[in-house]
Structures are given as C-alpha cells and as structure tokens.
C-alpha cells in the first residue's frame, strides 16, 4: 500500500471514505513550480453526500471523553509524524522546514486544548428564584452543539488553522464538513487519516477539496449546514455572511496590522521583533507586521536597524534549514505584491531594502516615506513587505493605527505605562500586545477581530462558545 508521501492522486474525504472523482485539480511545490500531485474537485452530488453523511453522524453522539479520546490520540499522531507533516507544508506552502515543524508543533497543542476545552463545555446556573413569584423554580443553562459546521480555511497555515476549526467542532459535539484551500488541501487530507486512526467515527469529519467557490456556494445553500466557521479574506467572509441567513457565522479575515515603535524603548530590539514577524511565512500572515508608527526622535536609527536585520534574512528553498523565507503562494501572488510596492515608490515610497522578485519569491521589502494613502499601507498586502513611519505625539501614533478598515491585532513598544494603556483602551482591535508586535498568538488565547478583519473569537475556548447553543432550562417545583 503506498504511503501518503507516495500518493499522487487524493480524493476526496467522505463518511470516512476516499472517493475519486472524474475532474482533479493540480497541486504545485510552490518553490519548484511542479505539480507535486492532484486532487479531487467535489461535485454539488458529493457536498450533498458529505453533509448527509455529517448530519447522520451528529446524531450518534460520542461522550465528551471519547471525544477528548480522539483528539488527544490525534494530536499524539501528529507529534509522531512531525516531520512528514512539516515536509507537506515545505511543498504545499512553500513555507520554510523550520517554520512549517513549529505549525505541526502548534497543531497538535490546538488538538490537545480542544480536547481538554471539550470536557469543559457548560452551561451555568442561574437564580431564577430571585424574580417574585419565581420562588418555587429552579433554573440552569446548558451549551448543545449546534450540529454540522461548515468549516473553510486559508492557504498560510493550512494544518494549525484547520486544528483551530476541527478540534473545537469535535471536542463540543458537532460535525465538520471541511473545505481547505485550493492551493494547499493535501495537509488537511492527511489530518483527516490520522483522526480516523485515532477512531473518529465516520461522517464526524468530511473533507472537500476543489474550488472554493464552487464548494461554497454548495454549502451554503445546503440548510442542513447549522454553521459557517471561515478563514480567509475579508471579500469571502463578507460573501459567507450575506448568504448564510440566519445561521451563525464566525469570521477571521483580512488585517494590515500595526505596530507602535516609541522613542524610549530599545530601538534594536524592536526593529529585529518587527523584521522577525514582517517576513515570516514570506509575510503571508494574517497579523503579520505592515505598518510600523515609529516616533520621530528614533525614526532614523529604527530604519538602520531594521534593514539591517532584514539583509540578514537567508531567502530562498524552503527545504533548508537555513532558509528564513521561502516564495509566496503563487508567482501571481509575488507579482501583485510587486505591483504594490512600484505603485507606492510611484507615489513616493522609498525601497530601504528589498523589492526584487524571482518567479514566486518576493525578497522581504523595507518601505519608508510611506503615507496612509498609499495602498501598502491602508489595504492588506498579505506579502514581505513593511511600511515605515514617523509619528510626533502619542495621539498622532493612535489615530495613525486606527486609521484602517481592519482590526485584527496591533503592538506597542514602550516603556510608558501610562501611553501602553491607554494605546490598549483606544485602539480598535481585537488584541493589543504591548512590547511585541501584534504576530503574537499562542493557540490557547482569544483571537479574532474586529470591522474588516471579522466577527467571533478562536481558540479552541472560545470557538467551542461559538459552535454552541447555549439552553435554557427552568423547573416550576
Ligand atoms: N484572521 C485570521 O485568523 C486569518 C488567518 C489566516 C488568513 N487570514 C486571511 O486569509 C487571507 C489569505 O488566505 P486566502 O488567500 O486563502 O483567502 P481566500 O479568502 O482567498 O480563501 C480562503 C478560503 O475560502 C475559499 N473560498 C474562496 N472563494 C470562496 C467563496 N466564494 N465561497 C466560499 N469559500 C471560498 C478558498 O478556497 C479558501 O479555502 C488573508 O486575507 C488573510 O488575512 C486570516
Ligand atoms: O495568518 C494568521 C494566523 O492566524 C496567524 S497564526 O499562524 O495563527 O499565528
């Protein structure tokens, strides 16, 4: 029997099942270019299957410790195969070996607190015998999982994203009907074999690969679908929740975050955390650093240090240790990028370092003399690029930073206490991270945003209160 890694055709992950289909969609090596393997694409046929066979599935439920059974044992899978699993995102991603172990890493934590999160999942009480005349009764809340969740993530962190979604489904009862990205669903489809390993039941978890928007539309105008839980850009999510109708809907989307660089913190050490989280992932990360506010009196000496920071990055195979930065997603991808940047030197931008692309790789770019009409600064540029500048006041360094149509998170480096609080009540985002940048995340925390960048918080806590209905239940005595 060949070995994942052997496989060249994957079909599509149904009631525990493969099933081949007819079209396929190619998979590339996103530094090679080469197609590396093909896919099944669904049909509308096979989404009305898989969401059957969820549905028949969510009505056999299994003890909130059988569940944290299997996602414990899943997450034991994934640290076993650490290294094939981090091999899959070099090729699928194209995201550097170093990184994509920390992603497997980071997984199979996610597993394990949806799994210790799912034997938590309660209601409350509640004194209703303090309303007169309501003496005799007795009341309590319960949470009920809401049932079959659809599930559709990105294509920058395929495995952790998807744990982020599956492991709280799984953990508080429901069932997934999930849709990888088309650039990146081979990882999911190898996560789904190990959950069956570690005794999922079938039609728990269905994974469709194909065309997002093909499967999409399908899923939602399927009304057996109880929940939309998607990751991704903030024109699909807006898409997802004009037509999901009354149905919930979590969205982590798009973000252009922001960091505060103020005169009396260690300037060196500010300027390496920013090019450390400006790059990574070849800057195709939701919080990834776009907009650095630095203050004036050190605006100069930040610059110097951050390129030289950033002329130290090793770019180029994802397969070597070495390498800090790998290609994009696509040559498309580091094209558009492209564009951008020779737009904004066009309007007056200057390239500190970088600008140079080859085919998918896009060397990490530093920007200065940036303003907040050029379209790197206020829209998402989802690449390695980061735009510089300079603020006077601590007012003038808030109101720069809200000034965006995301708010997903932002960072602050200060040793103000006073001017870290205050940035922390004012600006408007989902977290605030005071003396880092805003790509801090641990899997454990409240993570979601606000306006453009979503509605909902992940980590598997707080997605678990998402993919639940919390009931009322009040016993006249
Ligand atoms: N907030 C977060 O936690 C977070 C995390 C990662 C990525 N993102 C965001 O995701 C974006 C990059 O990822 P991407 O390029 O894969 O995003 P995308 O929106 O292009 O695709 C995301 C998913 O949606 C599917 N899709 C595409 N069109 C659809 C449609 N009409 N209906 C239903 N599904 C559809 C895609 O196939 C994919 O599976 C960036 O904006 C980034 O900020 C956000
Ligand atoms: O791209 C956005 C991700 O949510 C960031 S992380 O990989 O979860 O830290």
Redesign the pocket.
Same mark, same amino acid.
């Given at each position: 029997m060949q070995t994942f890694e052997q496989q060249k055709e994957f079909g599509l992950f149904i009631n525990n099942q493969t099933k081949m289909t007819e079209q396929k969609i190619n998979i590339l090596d996103k530094y090679s270019l080469q197609p590396i393997a093909q896919v099944a694409r669904a049909g509308k046929e096979d989404v009305e299957e898989a969401v059957r066979g969820a549905q028949e599935a969510f009505k056999t439920p299994l003890s909130p410790y059988e569940r944290y059974q299997i996602l414990q044992k899943a997450a034991a899978k994934l640290r076993e195969q650490q290294e094939g699993f981090a091999n899959l995102l070099v090729k699928e991603v194209g995201k550097p070996i170093n990184e994509s172990m920390g992603e497997v890493f980071r997984s199979a934590l996610t597993l394990e607190i949806a799994a210790e999160e799912g034997k938590r999942v309660a209601g409350e009480g509640v004194p209703i015998e303090a309303a007169p005349g309501s003496e005799n009764r007795r009341a309590y809340t319960v949470r009920k999982p809401v049932g079959v969740i659809a599930a &559709? +993530? @990105?294509?920058? /962190?395929p495995l952790n !994203?998807v744990c982020h979604k599956i492991g709280p489904a799984l953990a508080s009862g429901n069932s997934v009907v999930l849709? @990888?990205?088309?650039?990146t669903p081979l990882v999911a489809l190898k996560l789904a074999e190990i959950l069956k390993e570690a005794g999922l039941p079938t039609g728990k978890l269905q994974v469709l690969t194909g065309?997002?928007?093909e &499967?999409?539309?399908w !899923?939602?105008e399927n009304n057996k679908v109880n929940m939309f839980t998607?990751?991704?850009? +903030?024109? /699909?999510?807006k $898409?997802?929740k004009e037509h999901a109708g009354l149905r919930k809907v979590a969205l982590?989307?798009?973000?252009n975050s922001a960091t505060i660089v103020h005169h009396d913190t260690d300037v060196q050490a500010a300027a390496k955390a920013v090019a450390l989280k400006s790059f990574n992932n070849a800057g195709? /990360?939701?919080?990834s650093v776009q907009r650095v506010f630095v203050h004036r009196s050190v605006h100069d000496e930040f610059v110097q240090h951050l390129k030289k920071a950033t002329e130290s990055i090793q770019v180029g195979d994802p397969g070597k240790e070495t390498t800090d930065v790998g290609p994009m &997603?696509s040559e498309d991808a580091a094209q558009r990028v492209e564009d951008w940047v020779a737009e904004a030197v066009h309007e007056g931008a200057k390239i500190q370092v970088g600008g140079q692309r080859k085919e998918a790789v896009f060397y990490p770019t530093v920007l200065t003399n940036v303003t907040e009409t050029m379209r790197v600064s206020y829209d998402?540029i989802?690449g390695p690029v980061v735009c510089v500048e300079a603020y006077t006041g601590t007012e003038e360094s808030i109101q720069k930073v809200n000034n965006s149509d995301y708010g !997903?998170q932002a960072g602050i480096f200060t040793n103000d206490l006073n001017f870290a609080l205050q940035a922390a009540e004012e600006i408007e985002v989902g977290g605030v991270i005071i003396n880092d940048t805003p790509g801090y995340r641990v899997d454990h925390m409240p $993570?979601?945003?606000v306006k453009n960048?979503?509605t909902g918080k992940?980590g598997p806590k707080y997605a678990i209160e998402e993919m639940t209905e919390e009931k009322l239940i009040v016993w006249n005595r």
């Open positions: &559709i +993530t @990105p294509f920058n /962190v !994203l849709k @990888p990205s088309d650039a065309h997002g928007a &499967i999409g539309n !899923l939602l998607f990751t991704g850009s +903030t024109s /699909v999510g $898409y997802i982590e989307l798009g973000n195709q /990360v939701c919080i &997603i998402e989802f !997903l $993570y979601g945003g960048s979503g992940e």
